[in-house]
């Protein structure tokens, strides 16, 4: 069965602190994976896109890593910012169908304090 | 930025009333998809279209239905709204079929917000 799981399923920091979120997946056959970040009451918004050639990726202080071989992923936060208090929800697509497949974890609830 | 977009943002209603989540994208996307999402929970796919006239039902099952008479437009219709019905509603796009688009990556729309009492 494809599924896709997150961890942890909440974490708070204190604001300028360095996080990591971990993402399993079990999605075959794989296209790539991706990291949304998800405000409150808001549609997500793509963090970064990665397919299986692609080990690291960055976008700003957010980087993700991804072992295609053990199928984990994670998103390394850096300097955090109270503004990065969200969902961040790991998606995998699969790379069987014509649609593009997406599954989604339920996310990691990241609280930054100041 | 994404040009999608979704009205009402929120919406409070009565058991048994017909209700239209309408969404609406201006990046000339073919694929449009609607999503239903619980508190802390993964998003699901209860619709999508590949385009004007193609609709889909999605992998959860859903007393809603779409209609996709316009590229650009992909409402969502509830002819009688329950309180199981309550729960936060996505639309998305994605890329053109032969844009080249490589990672058909998604779009969101801010979602609607709804409730049924």
């Known amino acids: 069965k494809n599924q896709v799981e997150q961890s942890p399923q909440s974490l708070i920091i204190l604001e300028g602190k360095n996080c990591t979120l971990q993402c399993n997946y079990t999605v075959s056959p794989f296209s790539n994976l991706r990291w949304y970040k998800q405000d409150t009451g808001r549609g997500p918004v793509s963090l970064t896109i990665m397919t299986f050639s692609e080990n690291t990726k960055s976008n700003g202080r957010y980087t993700a890593t991804l072992d295609a071989d053990t199928k984990q992923s994670s998103l390394h936060i850096t300097a955090s910012q109270l503004s990065d208090s969200a969902s961040y929800i790991c998606?995998?697509?699969?790379?069987?169908?014509?649609?593009?497949?997406?599954?989604f974890g339920r996310g990691t609830q990241l609280t930054v304090w100041p | 930025e994404a040009d999608i977009y979704q009205t009402p943002r929120y919406l409070v209603i009565g058991t048994g009333k017909k209700i239209t989540l309408e969404c609406s994208q201006t990046?000339?996307?073919?694929?449009m998809y609607w999503y239903q999402q619980d508190p802390g929970m993964e998003l699901h796919l209860i619709h999508y279209s590949y385009g004007v006239n193609s609709t889909e039902k999605g992998d959860l099952s859903s007393e809603s239905t779409v209609s996709r008479i316009r590229t650009e437009h992909f409402p969502l219709t509830l002819e009688s709204a329950r309180p199981s019905h309550t729960s936060q509603y996505l639309c998305?796009?994605?890329?053109?079929?032969?844009?080249?688009?490589?990672?058909?990556?998604?779009?969101f729309g801010p979602g609607t917000r709804l409730t049924v009492l």
């Open positions: 990046m000339g996307h073919d694929k």
């Open positions: 998606v995998v697509v699969d790379r069987g169908s014509t649609l593009g497949r997406l599954y």
């Open positions: 998305a796009s994605s890329g053109l079929l032969n844009s080249g688009d490589s990672y058909n990556e998604q779009f």
